[in-house]
């Protein structure tokens, strides 16, 4: 089945450490996207990326970097200049017909 | 992408249909009203979505004023599997990259 696998569901990290997130889609979309989501709250635009090679900041880049050198990867790293990276990551990729489809998403703790 | 308005919560009991609003004024005309709903700690999940004529699908059907300025999700029949936050969100056509503006959205609770 085409889907959205994002990993690893939990994450820990130690203060000071930049971690990867995985996300990796086998729907051959072009566009793919990072949110953070906080508890209560709604989605935050990360990074967008419309096609390989390419990619845009969204509404809070800052401590985040992100690569799309493969249309079906778009990982996600949380650098250490991330002040408050405790959070809920969501990647979606977008389509032609029904437009978003979301991972399950990783939950990342800082410890 | 155009902004949207929702209820911050709504409580529906289980069996009856559940009707969910959705403001935005400011849509463009060749912007769609998508709907997405997201049941704890999962990735949001496509419902449904509509340029300016009603749409229906077997999770729901959306209605959209003539001035497009609202509208409405209905669930039929709210199950307490519906139980969920709802997202209206408007943004350009399918297969357009572009961003997608999540709100809080609306705190749907469904009960016995």
């Known amino acids: 089945d085409g889907g959205i696998t994002q990993s690893p569901k939990y994450l820990f990290r130690k203060e000071g450490q930049n971690v990867t997130l995985s996300c990796e889609q086998n729907l051959n979309h072009d566009a793919m996207y990072w949110y953070r989501q906080d508890p209560g709250q709604g989605l935050r635009l990360i990074y967008y990326s419309q096609i390989v090679n390419d990619f845009q900041k969204g509404d809070i880049a800052e401590g985040y970097s992100v690569s799309r050198e493969k249309k079906e990867s778009f990982p996600l790293t949380v650098t250490s200049a991330q002040k408050n990276p405790t959070a809920f990551y969501l990647c979606a990729s977008r389509g032609q017909i029904y437009g978003y489809t979301f991972g399950s998403g990783t939950r990342l703790t800082v410890v | 992408d155009a902004k949207t308005t929702q209820p911050t919560s709504m409580d529906c009991a289980e069996g009856r249909a559940a009707n969910l609003p959705c403001n935005h004024s400011t849509i463009s005309g060749n912007e769609y009203v998508y709907w997405y709903r997201q049941i704890h700690s999962q990735g949001p999940q496509y419902i449904i979505h509509g340029l300016k004529n009603n749409e229906t699908n077997e999770m729901a059907s959306l209605i959209i004023t003539e001035d497009r300025k609202s509208s409405t999700l209905i669930l039929p029949h709210a199950t307490l599997r519906d139980t969920a936050v709802y997202y209206c969100?408007?943004?350009?056509?399918?297969?357009?990259?572009?961003?997608?503006?999540f709100g809080t959205g609306t705190r749907l609770q469904v009960t016995l």
């Open positions: 969100i408007v943004s350009l056509p399918p297969g357009t990259a572009s961003k997608l503006t």
